[in-house]
């Protein structure tokens, strides 16, 4: 573990907190994409399957655990609550996510380390991760006002990836840990889908004013 | 090996 990880795994962790505090106390999810975050759950039981086949660390279990629950527990909430689900941009949120989920199945079919059922829902959900914020970056631009705790949970989320990156840079040349171009590409691919995004947060976060993503 | 390797992140 090293410290662009764990702000890496703190980062993503303080954005799924984030979501969830914001949808139970202002009862609303207006501007939260469904299907992002049905993607999320996808890409966490696809990749956590070897939580119950190999134990890492009390902290790799937990973390499991905790992104798994919250990312069900954000889309119940979107699906099913009943004040909650009124607030639902269902008319913006328009993104076929499952178009998405068939090529990069197939990717991860021809490229992966190597061809076993956990690789391959591994590295599948390496990719899916990379594509999964497309929804929410495009109901962003379609919601006029963006409030801040949705700004700050878009933020933490694409943080989350490019501290991993600075993670994996320092792992192949602290720990002479070998090249994982799987991850290095989909972790590029995810960080730079956050670009403009990062752009336009920072800058209204500099100016003091109301974060706005050109139409 | 490459599990142990790229497969103790989250």
Known sequence: ?215 | SSDSESHDEL
């Open chain 1, 1 to 215: 573990m090293n410290i662009f990880r764990l702000a890496g795994d703190m980062s993503h962790l303080l954005s799924v907190i984030l979501l969830l505090l914001k949808i139970r106390t202002t009862k609303s999810c207006a501007g939260i994409s469904l299907k992002t975050q049905e993607l999320y759950v996808v890409v966490f039981l696809a990749r956590y399957l070897n939580l119950f086949t190999r134990y890492y660390s009390f902290y790799n279990t937990v973390m499991k655990l905790v992104f798994i629950a919250t990312s069900v527990c954000i889309v119940w909430y979107m699906r099913f609550h009943k004040v909650v689900k009124q607030t639902y941009n269902k008319d913006l949120d328009t993104f076929r996510h499952y178009v998405v989920i068939p090529p990069c199945f197939l990717l991860a079919l021809l490229v992966h380390h190597e061809f076993t059922v956990m690789e391959v829902l591994w590295t599948f959900s390496l990719y899916l991760e990379a594509v999964a914020i497309l929804p929410q970056l495009i109901l962003l631009q379609r919601t006029r006002n963006i409030d801040n705790l949705t700004g700050n949970y878009i933020f933490l989320l694409g943080a989350y990836r490019a501290l991993y990156l600075l993670n994996w840079i320092y792992r192949f040349f602290m720990e002479k840990a070998q090249a994982r171009w799987i991850s290095w590409i989909s972790g590029l691919v995810q960080t730079a889908l956050y670009a403009d995004f990062f752009y336009y947060y920072i800058k209204s976060w500099k100016n003091n004013e109301k974060l706005k993503l050109p139409a």
